[in-house]
T-cell receptor, first 114, second 111 residues
Framework: ETGVTQTPRHLVMGMTNKKSLKCEQH?????MYWYKQSAKKPLELMFV???????ENNSVPSRFSPECPNSSHLFLHLHTLQPEDSALYLC?????????????FGPGTRLTVT | QQPVQSPQAVILREGEDAVINCSSS?????VHWYRQKHGEAPVFLMI?????EQKGHEKISASFNEKKQQSSLYLTASQLSYSGTYFC????????????FGPGTSLSVIP
């Protein structure tokens, strides 16, 4: 248990559906991240939030929409996804943003787009 | 720029040692190491900062050679619990906010 929880753990959705992924961290961290992990590919950074403000959008398609209402919660809203968006979506947090802070990952949401 | 990891995969018998390498084409400020077991979240192992320091964590240690822009993770007297995929993440001097992860090294420890 890393102190970062994600729900749901598994999600199957059609290309026309709208769904949301939720992440919560209980570590008192200021920075939160969304990563995409596809088979045979490295972790891809999607978004970074620090003190609720988005500081990084790594050229992510607009069908992925993040929301960070406070430093403990992070959402990823999904709309009109494509089959190639099927992947494991990982949330992480760190004390602060930056390359000197370790990140704590949640267990991920396994997303399948049909 | 994504770091390069080698080897891609390694199989060890219990008690054997392994070295996993991570290298970058860019000047590094930090190197992170994580282990991910199948179906689980990546777990932080250690972070090394510019200065070439070596760190240890039980029987797992790592070095960071900033001149060569590379890091090595050393696993000694491997245990079954060491099995998993090891990722390095690099922090580049010019990109202060972003840690870029390598493709991972799959390590399997067998009895």
């Amino acid at each position: 248990e890393t102190g970062v929880t994600q729900t749901p753990r598994h999600l199957v959705m059609g290309m026309t559906n709208k769904k949301s992924l939720k992440c919560e961290q209980h570590l008192g961290h200021n920075a939160m991240y969304w990563y995409k992990q596809s088979a045979k590919k490295p972790l891809e950074l999607m978004f970074v939030y620090n003190f609720k403000e988005q500081t990084e959008n790594n050229s992510v398609p607009s069908r992925f929409s993040p929301e960070c209402p406070n430093s403990s919660h992070l959402f990823l809203h999904l709309h009109t996804l494509q089959p190639e968006d099927s992947a494991l979506y990982l949330c992480a947090s760190s004390q602060d943003k930056g390359i000197t802070y370790e990140q704590y990952f949640g267990p991920g949401t396994r997303l399948t787009v049909t | 720029q994504q770091p390069v990891q080698s080897p891609q995969a390694v199989i060890l018998r219990e008690g054997e040692d392994a070295v996993i390498n991570c290298s970058s084409s860019k000047a590094l400020y930090s190197v992170h190491w994580y282990r991910q077991k199948h179906g689980e979240a990546p777990v932080f192992l250690m972070i090394l900062l510019k200065g070439g320091e070596q760190k240890g964590h039980e029987k797992i240690s790592a070095s960071f050679n900033e001149k060569k822009q590379q890091s090595s993770l050393y696993l000694t007297a491997s245990q079954l619990s060491y099995s998993g995929t090891y990722f390095c993440g690099t922090g580049v001097v010019a990109s202060y906010d972003k840690v870029i992860f390598g493709p991972g090294t799959s390590l399997s420890v067998i009895p």
